[in-house]
């Protein structure tokens, strides 16, 4: 079935650096991608999104990169902060177009 | 943008206990509806999305069941709480290839 997946379950990183979280998916026909943040307790809260037809898009410190060659989706978070420190997920539509399919989440720690 | 209303927040229910999640949706129409649950360490299992009214598919066999029984209403329900249920479940909404939007989450423990 389809999956998507995470590189790495932690990421440990220190205040100011750059973080990168990385992602592969599955299905070769998703067509929306998108990162989620979640907090201890709380709904994901959506951060950026990307369309394949592009390959990059850039939000507020965080830049989404898409390489449908390898199937591998990445967010980067720039000088990342304290505030950063939650699980971020990648999810991809399904092949019907009609859901999101999650991964299992990375956990981003930031340390001052 | 649209407002995700999930409820309870948490809940301890007995083992082979009835239960009914409700989730509705504000400030759109015609959504597509998602129930989620996440257990501890994992990422974001889709148990169900709905279309529209009446018209729910399942992503996973389970003892779980969903109904839409309004445009904008969502209901997650099992007739006998399996331990293996435990977990949290949340609530989305999108119009398609767009964001989805995220209740806050309900903590189910069955105990």
């Known amino acids: 079935g389809e999956s998507v997946g995470l590189h790495l379950p932690t990421l440990s990183v220190q205040e100011g650096d750059n973080s990168i979280i990385n992602c592969a998916y599955s299905?070769?026909?998703?067509?929306?991608f998108i990162w989620y943040k979640q907090e201890s307790g709380k709904g994901p809260q959506f951060i950026i999104d990307?369309?394949?037809?592009?390959d990059k898009r850039q939000g507020q410190r965080v830049t989404v990169l898409l390489n449908k060659t390898v199937k591998h989706l990445s967010l980067q978070i720039a000088a990342t902060q304290p505030g950063d420190s939650a699980v971020y997920f990648c999810a991809a539509d399904n092949q019907a177009g009609t859901a999101l399919i999650f991964g299992k989440g990375t956990t981003l720690s930031v340390s001052s | 943008s649209q407002t995700i209303h999930q409820w309870p927040a948490t809940l301890v229910q007995p083992v082979g206990s009835p239960l009914s999640l409700e989730c509705t949706v504000e400030?759109?129409?015609?959504?597509?509806l998602y129930w989620y649950r996440q257990a501890a360490g994992r990422g974001l299992q889709l148990l169900f999305y709905s279309v529209g009214i009446g018209q729910i598919s399942s992503e996973v066999p389970q003892n779980l069941s969903a109904s839409r029984p309004q445009d904008r209403q969502f209901i997650l329900s099992s007739k006998k709480l399996l331990l293996s249920d435990s977990g949290f479940y949340l609530c989305?909404?999108?119009?398609?290839?767009?964001?989805?939007?995220f209740g806050q989450g309900t903590r189910l423990t069955v105990v």
């Open positions: 989305a909404s999108t119009g398609g290839h767009t964001e989805a939007f």
């Open positions: 990307i369309r394949s037809n592009m």
């Open positions: 299905n070769s026909a998703s067509d929306y």
């Open positions: 400030g759109t129409s015609n959504p597509n």
